[in-house]
């Protein structure tokens, strides 16, 4: 398959994996580049610049197709190293970074004098013009059916896609409920040129995470993710858990809460533990909409060779029952 994405990219079909925290290693991130798509480490999942590095090197030794890193730029308190992550990424010379969070801008004239590829992630097309403006390569799109953050403005992809699609000349890829090659070819047919999955790629052989968890994804209905952090004004998409229940529970209670009364629920620790141990109940597990269409958990290589198959169908029937009648 070819668009600006996959020549921009060097990939042959036009498919990201999603940037996750505790998911995104090597193991899942060369067997999506191996299957033909954008495998991506996540490089906050590494505790430090010099375990970035050598995860890079672990994965380039699992693959020779391209990969590239997801750095989230968050405000904190105790912000992690972010300019020594991003050198890292620059010394390993890889070719594709992902970032979301905060502008990339301050990093961006680096990038480009390396010949570094940059796709910023949003969630409303306002926030696009000014990551285009600040010279990023692509834009991804979050539409509210996410997993994660799908910002505030509560804007499904199949209006948020095209209306993107229109306003940029970068390329724009479609993030957040997309699953199958159904949702591929409708991504490309609402001017997208390749689309980004997480939560799709959580329920993969690859992906390093319990098999319970990923019998939940699979188990799961479109109706079962929690909108939570909605009254801080930080929405996060995550599955229907004990854990995000409380979390809501805590929110409505009257008077709201502080972030404060929260904190122990949502750690991110908390949440990596559960994915490693498999039990559901024991943090947050991010999640979007899109798991009512998670059925079974392939090998990245069967997923994506489906996937493509399934476009090129689907793209093949809409353009049959679009032509004139006799």
Not at 136 to 155: M, T
Not at 225 to 236: E, K, M, P, Y
Not at 253 to 276: M, N, T, Y
Request: aromatic share 4%.
């Amino acid at each position: 398959m070819k668009t600006r994405v996959t020549e921009m990219l060097g990939i042959r079909y036009p498919i990201v994996q999603g940037g996750m925290q505790w998911v995104g290693t090597a193991e899942l991130a060369s067997a999506v580049s191996n299957a033909g798509g954008l495998g991506i480490l996540t490089a906050l999942t590494q505790p430090t610049p010099k375990d970035l590095a050598r995860e890079i090197e672990r994965c380039r030794s699992m693959t020779d197709q391209p990969f590239g890193v997801n750095l989230t730029i968050l405000p904190t308190v105790k912000p992690p190293p972010y300019a020594e992550y991003m050198q890292v990424v620059i010394d390993s010379g890889i070719k594709v970074l992902e970032t979301a969070g905060s502008s990339p801008k301050e990093f961006i004239d680096p990038l480009k004098r390396r010949g570094i590829r940059l796709i910023h992630k949003c969630t409303s097309v306002r926030h696009a013009l000014s990551a285009e403006r600040a010279g990023v390569d692509i834009v991804s799109i979050d539409g509210f059916e996410c997993a994660g953050h799908p910002g505030e403005d509560d804007v499904g992809g199949l209006v948020l896609i095209p209306v993107a699609a229109q306003a940029l000349r970068i390329p724009v890829i479609a993030s957040g409920g997309i699953a199958d090659g159904r949702g591929l070819a409708a991504a490309l047919a609402l001017g997208a040129e390749g689309v980004n999955m997480g939560t799709r790629f959580c329920a993969t052989v690859e992906a390093p995470i319990h098999p319970e968890i990923k019998r939940a994804l699979v188990g799961a209905t479109e109706r079962d993710t929690n909108l939570i952090f909605r009254t801080l004004h930080n929405t996060g998409r995550v599955l229907k858990n004990a854990v995000s229940d409380e979390v809501l529970s805590t929110e409505r209670r009257p008077g709201g809460c502080e972030f404060k009364d929260i904190q122990p629920l949502v750690s991110g620790q908390r949440g990596r533990a559960a994915l490693q141990s498999g039990e559901i109940d024991a943090g947050l597990v991010w999640a979007g909409q899109v798991v009512g269409l998670i059925k079974d958990v392939p090998t990245c290589a069967d997923l994506l060779a489906r996937i493509v198959a399934e476009c090129r169908e689907a793209l093949t029937g809409a353009s049959r029952m679009a032509q004139p009648s006799a």
